[in-house]
């Protein structure tokens, strides 16, 4: 795990080229603590830079950047290609192999461009995110792995071409001029995160996952495919899995194995995270069941038991016979985290795990350096219970006769939020306790949106998981990428859709940067193992049938899981990785979130709505609303906001200092 940095382009001296590279990859540091380079073509005006977290090869012949062997192609690669070795075994059995100087991944990926060309990428089972220079013909390709697990962004600043594996390496470029892009901002907050290929600046992108971007000497850029999730679900339609569910079980169960035994491969010391629930459990069994010695296991616990996990966690360890670390956190540890938050995610973002997964993963860095993860599992086996909740919502809004559903949507939102919440509260004594609400007004300005978006069911889906709606002054209503039908997949069941938009939307663009950014921070390298692309294409294949019955998910991952850990152990309903943000907003956070809060400051930045987010505030205080998660993605941007205009903080590194 490492990360890369560079640009194209400029009017520089190649010292001066090198000096810039080696302060945008310094900015980078906590990626890769071990290592670090550059490199320059002068001619076509290219500068790399790296830093390394040394995992694979520990020795100087992993050193990027890196030349193949014939010197055609440079590179500066970020994550790990797991089947290095079959490949190596490949070329070399084609009578095309170099030379090779050590045992890296690295140098086994030159020598696949150099004997496939581009088309090397479709064989890498893995996580990267690669820079590469074709010295031939003069152009940089940057490739994105097929799950967007590794970070890439690109873009322009005046006439130079700026790359990185994190937003703040652009920071240490001379030529680049942040500008909030409002569009993207307005994305952020209704879905807490900005995806792809939006970034909170104007004209940088994310490479979206499964692509490359090439870009030639005299900056021309164009974006080719090499593995389409659309395509993958389609294809996963077209060609449904025909055997029994045992049949199913078994081929689940020999990917799996392979996966996790692919993700076991490293020169330094690896563990699993652990929380006790179906993904991480199942992870550790297959690693436990391919270790010669006790795996090393790490959870997170808190004293409040509705957050707690820890106990189950450590009831699974138990049964596995794994070596496992625990970690009770209290509020003060975790509120320690907060102030650094802006600098761990580099641009605004605001799923509030955040907290307790940087927490896990600084644990886990001082027993290991590489961490298995269950990321993934809810996506690709339906275990989300807002899939659910969309479709009896859905049904419901099926039973109110079309002709009326826009009218009573305007009806709706005629009435503020805030006179609503006050009716309900006047009729609450005489309100049977079923139909209590907390926050009605603001669910029923939810359902009117649900209401206006008529028989759309997409629509319907991403009004019940959208929070802010016209929140940001001056920004316009930007379509989601992942609604666009001239791209997005053709699936006709909704609960598969709705897996679809997770897989291109919410895994890569909240659930991969929460786990990659909290990760980094301390220099730990994070694997998937269910997201290694064969599994992906294998779960598509499978009727919905043997993932979800009767509102409950993943239920060929539990069958398996079974045959390792008893299921008492196991089922439970699904917590998540939460903390008691509400409680905290009102207590010991209280004060920060007041001076982020303030309407004169919101008023002076010009960017939000600031009445209504005082409002929510003031309502959140008086213990009328339960909005934390809206708050927090305030609370988010304006501490980010907040560390821009910080001294020396345009690196990690320094922002934590």
Partial sequence: MCGLAGFLGGAMSADQRRDVARRMADCLRHRGPDDSGEWVDSRAGLAFGFRRLSIVDLSPAGH????????RYVIVFNGEVYNF????EEIVKAGLAPDFRGHSDTEVILAAFEAWGLAAVKHFIGMFAIALWDRERQELHLIRDRMGVKPLYWGRAGETILFASQLNAFQAHPDFRPVIDRNALALYFRLTYVPAPFTIYEGIAKVSPGTIVTISSSGDAHTDVYWSAAEAAERGLANRFRGTFEDASRALDALLRDAVRLRMIADVPLGVFLSGGIDSSIVTAYMQAQSTAPVKTFSIGSPDREYDEARYAANVARHLGTQHEELYVSADEALNVIPNLPAIYDEPFADSSQIPTYLVSAMARRHVTVCLSGDGGDELFGGYHHYFLAERTRAKIARIPRMMRRPAARAISAVRKETWDAAFRVAKPVTPRSLRQNRPGERLHKLARVLAAGDDEDAIYFEVVSHWRSLVLGAGETSLPCLDRSRRAQLPDPIER?????QIAYLPDDILVKVDRASMAVSLEAREPLLDHRLVEFAWSLPLSMKVKNGRGKLLLRNLLYQHVPRELVDRPKMGFGIPLGDWLRG??????????????????????????TEMWRAHLTGHSEEQSYLWSVLMFEAW????????????SEAIA
Avoid: H, K
């Fill in 64 to 71: 990027q950047p890196m030349f193949s062997a014939s010197g």
């Fill in 85 to 88: 070795e079959a490949i190596r």
């Fill in 498 to 502: 709705m897996m679809y938009f997770d």
């Fill in 588 to 613: 010991p956070l209280r004060g920060w979130a007041e001076s982020l809060l303030d309407g004169a400051r919101i008023r002076r930045e010009g960017f939000l709505d600031a009445t209504r987010v």
């Fill in 641 to 652: 906001m907040e560390s821009r205009n910080a001294p020396a903080t345009n690196c990690f």
